[in-house]
């Protein structure tokens, strides 16, 4: 090998040197000895078989990402849906919502081939973002039916074919990333409700954010995990709401109920403005 | 309380045992980081050695290999079945420094680029050339970050070997290089570490033709003394 080597630069020295003293520019290799063509040729053989790889890996990780980005978008449409409430009734809602739900499912059995096996873990990041959302949206449609929490049992069940068999898997995180993301909306339904005047429902709102709350404050969070932040909004938009609970119940008494909801409108109005930021 | 917190409790202790997994990973990393640094202690003194010692450096380092071996067959054991990119992360940066180190050694040692079986067959494990392994293995990536930090390390002893005496090596680096380079021009780099680092290599070739460009234009190395020879008739001959 050492020999063959010496011969190449040789080789490369005998043709080459006139161009070298001349243009000052060294050009060693690439195409010297015609033995060592095999050695490029190994080397361009192996990257051209890396690049196919890599290249695989990449188109499937955008096609993941896109299909993420239309089931978050529906997924919004859905809580806007959801949202509609103060004004509609639930059952109009709610015959609006299944159609749309039973779109998405599709799209997440769609993108499910494409997290098999151990790619699950390797594009996760890429598909949980339309998990936390659509969770999101299917929670708080559950509050609003049922009054209640979903639990991850139910929301595994949209996950499931008609054999009963889960076709993606929602990690605990998952979950949890999205329920604290239903408090935000939660807390925007609280003030919509004291707009309309629906006192005790706000009530119930703060009594159940509360609830959802200590669930959290169980939890061991590690440092820099995304649902600190979550955690942190979370903990804003309880505040915000037991602030509008506590001017419900002080000024209640003091001015007639038209007058009141004037106060409070306005007061709503300004959480929603700071509230935006979280689109 | 009208809330169940079982639910909460249950994902408080699956998050305890996560984190328990992770330090045991740790652990593990932190001891193969140990021998990976220790390898690499070894293999500068390349650096300042006669050529004559180079290949001994480097196949004490390749017998060495069987540490990281143990390492990596530790970390494999303690991976959960298709879980492996869960964790990563935590030992990606470990594995492409061992693979700069066997690429390295190798390379010292033969003259040529290590290939991917010769890497799978040192390092006991596979590379997940298809997309397709469950297990335990080692990324492509890994594999090109390895060959990068390569490069720079061979224009490092492209100048060194010169200090040392050694004029024939820098041509030979050269070339080996600008083929490591031109496989590296069919990639299709993404906007990513890799692609900027990639970006780096024309660098080290500049650094590395710079050198040969001293050496050719005083004479120095072997082959451009008998090849003045040929060239000058004679001049050279001294």
Request: with cysteine.
């Amino acid at each position: 090998m050492h020999a063959y080597h010496i011969n190449n630069d040789n080789f490369f020295l005998k043709n080459k040197m006139t161009d070298t003293l001349i243009s000052g520019v060294v050009y060693v290799g690439g195409d010297g000895g015609d033995g060592d063509v095999s050695e490029v040729e190994k080397i361009k053989n192996s990257f051209s078989s890396f690049r196919d790889a890599i290249d695989f890996h990449h188109d499937r990780r955008e096609r993941i990402i896109k299909i993420s980005r239309d089931i978050t978008s529906q997924s919004k449409k859905l809580i806007y849906t959801a949202h509609r409430i103060t004004h509609k009734p639930l059952k109009s809602i709610l015959n609006e919502v299944t159609t749309k739900r039973i779109e998405i499912i599709d799209m997440f059995k769609q993108v499910s081939l494409d997290l098999e096996g151990s790619d699950f873990h390797r594009y996760h990041k890429s598909i949980s973002p339309a998990i936390q959302e659509y969770i999101e949206a299917i929670s708080f449609i559950e509050y609003l039916q049922n009054g209640t929490l979903i639990s991850k049992e139910k929301v595994d069940i949209d996950f499931k074919d008609e054999e009963g068999s889960q076709f993606l898997i929602v990690t605990n995180e998952d979950y949890l990333l999205g329920i604290a993301d239903l408090t935000g909306e939660l807390m925007r339904h609280a003030i919509n409700c004291i707009g309309v005047g629906d006192h005790d429902r706000a009530i119930k709102i703060c009594k159940f954010l509360r609830d959802i709350k200590s669930g959290y404050d169980i939890l061991k969070i590690p440092k820099r995990d995304q649902l600190k932040k979550k955690m942190e909004i979370m903990h804003q938009s309880l505040i915000k709401v037991e602030d509008a609970c506590y001017a419900l119940i002080i000024r209640g008494s003091e001015y007639p109920k038209e007058f009141y909801q004037h106060i409070v409108s306005e007061h709503a109005k300004s959480f929603d403005v700071e509230m935006d930021i979280d689109g | 309380m009208s809330m169940d917190l079982s639910f909460f409790e249950s994902v408080d202790s699956a998050m305890e045992a996560e984190t328990g997994r992770k330090e045991e990973i740790l652990r593990i990393v932190r001891e193969y980081d140990k021998t990976c640094r220790n390898l690499i202690a070894v293999l500068n003194r390349v650096h300042s050695v006669h050529s004559e010692e180079v290949p001994i450096i480097a196949q004490s380092v390749i017998d060495r290999i069987r540490e990281v071996k143990q390492h990596l067959e530790n970390l494999s054991q303690i991976v959960p079945y298709q879980q492996y990119y869960r964790y990563n992360d935590l030992w990606t940066r470990t594995v492409q420094s061992s693979l700069f180190i066997a690429s390295f050694a190798f390379y010292l040692s033969t003259e040529r680029l290590i290939t991917t079986n010769e890497i799978e067959s040192l390092f006991g494990v596979k590379i997940n050339l298809q997309n397709d392994l469950q297990d335990f293995h080692i990324s492509i990536e890994e594999c090109l970050h390895g060959y990068v930090t390569l490069t720079s390390e061979l224009s490092r002893l492209a100048i060194n070997s010169v200090t040392a005496g050694d004029y024939d090596r820098p041509l030979k680096i050269s070339k080996f290089v600008k083929e490591l380079y031109s496989g590296f021009q069919l990639l299709n780099l993404r906007n990513d570490l890799l692609r900027k680092r990639f970006d780096g290599i024309k660098y080290n070739i500049k650094k590395i033709e710079e050198v040969v460009y001293d050496i050719s234009l005083r004479k120095l190395s072997s082959s451009s003394k008998s090849d003045t020879v040929n060239f000058t008739g004679g001049e050279g001959d001294v």
